[in-house]
């Protein structure tokens, strides 16, 4: 790639020519012949100096957006030569949504590691509001979310079924009764997760399938407190049956019987539209899928 693309990065990105040019172990005098060309060929200034800071101009701060984008679809193009010629290695970063990601992505992430040793992984655990962005915003290079996600620059991949069901804690008063109705579904505590999460958006699905408004609404950003407080008896709640086996072979939680439930919904894989996929994201994905 271009030296004088990364000479110019770092000054803006250090706002200093004496710490670009440490950085890029350079003399100072060498990193503003580089700036000095660099802005010959554009035909504008590219920097404001003084005395006490460099600062980008208005051409110099067009010139980083695309400069940042050419050295990210380089490196991309790197990658994925080596991946040509090579066995998948390297980082790659996962997004996954907090059911998935916590219950079923360690499992995923053992056989990667036991089939690729040479992949690293890294993991953002997040509501699928969350890893949507990550993923739009090239912090994760592949998503895993539950429920409907919906974007036109993504390419959405809906590969298994999760089922939903009310919870309660064996404890429990309501837990006891074989036959419940909608009056004392919609007069019990609910304890929902927050706005943006995949579980959340479910748990708003059923109260329209129900046909009920609970007024008693108690909001928890984790499902592990989520699950804590329902075996209390706090109130009910409606979680991925992948969420609760553990619980559910303590005997500690059970379902509750109501009908209409459980209900299904989807894990999706999401990827950018127009990106290009490594070997890493390829050989991750068929593992999911299996």
Excluded at 98 to 117: D, Q
Aim: with cysteine; glycine share 6%.
């Amino acid at each position: 790639m271009d030296q004088i693309l990364l000479v110019f990065m770092a000054v803006a990105e250090k706002r200093n020519f004496s710490r670009a040019a440490e950085e890029l172990h350079m003399t100072q005098p060498s990193v503003s012949q580089q700036i000095q060309l660099l802005e010959r060929q554009i035909g504008a200034k590219l920097f404001i100096r003084t005395n006490k800071y460099v600062q980008l101009t208005k051409a110099g701060e067009i010139v980083y957006l695309h400069a940042k984008e050419i050295t990210s679809l380089y490196k991309r193009m790197s990658t994925l030569v080596n991946d040509l010629v090579n066995e998948a290695s390297g980082h790659l970063k996962i997004g996954a949504s907090y059911t998935f990601g916590e219950y079923v992505l360690p499992k995923i992430l053992a056989e990667m590691k036991r089939s690729y040793p040479s992949i690293v992984p890294s993991v953002l655990i997040g509501n699928t509001r969350e890893i949507v962005q990550s993923v739009l915003s090239y912090q994760v290079d592949v998503g895993i979310v539950e429920g409907d996600a919906t974007n036109q620059n993504l390419t959405i991949q809906p590969f298994a079924n999760d089922e939903m069901y009310i919870i309660a804690g064996t404890k429990s008063e309501i837990s006891c009764k074989e036959i419940l109705t909608m009056d004392e579904i919609e007069n019990e505590t609910w304890i929902v997760r927050e706005e943006g999460s995949g579980t959340r958006e479910a748990t708003e699905r059923l109260f329209e399938v129900l046909k009920i408004r609970p007024k008693n609404i108690v909001e928890f950003g984790s499902t592990q407190l989520i699950k804590e407080a329902v075996e209390a008896g706090m109130g009910i709640t409606y979680l991925s049956e992948l969420t609760i086996k553990k619980e559910k072979q303590l005997g500690t939680i059970d379902y509750l019987k109501v009908e209409g439930t459980p209900i299904q919904r989807n894990f999706s894989i999401i990827t950018d539209k127009i990106e290009l996929q490594t070997k890493s994201m390829e050989l991750f994905i068929e593992l999911i899928k299996k």
